[in-house]
């Protein structure tokens, strides 16, 4: 399974290449590169020094707390995607996220207060809790006001998101019941990454076309046609928001 995890990512990492779409997502081939390399220190790590070293413990929490601050920045990646057309509610959204950080940050102190060791698997459960919210507000948010959102931008949450809902539960239950479901759980935990993967090689199989993240809206009178109210509240959300950051509203 770790062999089919690594695999998948040189995969994905190959594609984001091949397709250009590395332009489009900086911060998600980021994340992936740094995953891919995670994975070649890790391996080298455990056959020089063993599984349950210390070095390779340290190794591993200093790895994974890069991983955290990555992924925090593909989810923002993800929200400026579909929000950046509509500034006053992407400026709520980017002091939303760093609000979350903060909390995320203040969590992984306050549990790990007695063990130093705990701070980043802390961090990593209180990251992956944000993430999940912050992506079903994200999804329902856009469904509610029927704003057009890229396949790829779909995909891409919905497979932060699985991982994330199952990074939570799976840091639960390994603290309470470490040595009965470790191995159970760390298999499920691989089997739901791999199943993550797939879901981002799927989305990124063909290229995005640049013009997609500069989007402009239809004219005034089209969605006046078809959808008078949605449009007529978010404009009049978005211009509340952008008075109260004290942005420039584009005409929508």
Request: glycine share 4%; charged share 15%.
């Amino acid at each position: 399974m770790w062999a089919a995890n690594v695999a998948g990512e040189a995969a994905l990492a190959a594609l984001l290449v091949l397709r250009k779409n590395y332009r489009l997502y900086p911060a998600f081939f980021s994340y992936i590169l740094l995953v891919l390399a995670q994975n070649v220190v890790g391996f080298v790590t455990y056959r020089q020094w063993g599984y349950n070293s210390v070095i390779a413990w340290r190794i591993f929490s200093l790895t994974l707390g890069v991983l955290i601050c990555a992924r925090a920045l593909v989810v923002a990646e993800v929200c400026r995607h579909l929000l950046r057309r509509f500034r006053g509610i992407w400026a709520l959204a980017w002091r939303f996220l760093l609000v979350c950080a903060a909390f995320v940050l203040l969590y992984a102190l306050l549990v790990s207060r007695h063990d130093r060791t705990l701070v980043v698997s802390s961090a990593d459960r209180g990251l992956e809790f944000a993430i999940a919210v912050v992506i079903v507000a994200l999804l329902l948010f856009a469904r509610h006001y029927q704003m057009d959102a890229e396949p790829t931008d779909r995909w891409l949450a919905v497979g932060l998101c699985l991982y994330s809902c199952f990074s939570v539960i799976n840091d639960t239950i390994l603290e309470r019941w470490l040595y009965q479901a470790t191995a159970l759980w760390n298999d499920l935990a691989v089997l739901t990454y791999l199943a993550s993967l797939l879901l981002w090689i799927w989305a990124f199989r063909k290229a995005v076309p640049a013009a997609a993240s500069e989007q402009s809206l239809l004219p005034g009178s089209v969605y006046q046609t078809f959808v008078p109210e949605i449009n007529l509240r978010l404009r009049l959300l978005n211009k509340q928001l952008s008075q109260f950051w004290k942005v420039e509203a584009p005409e929508l």
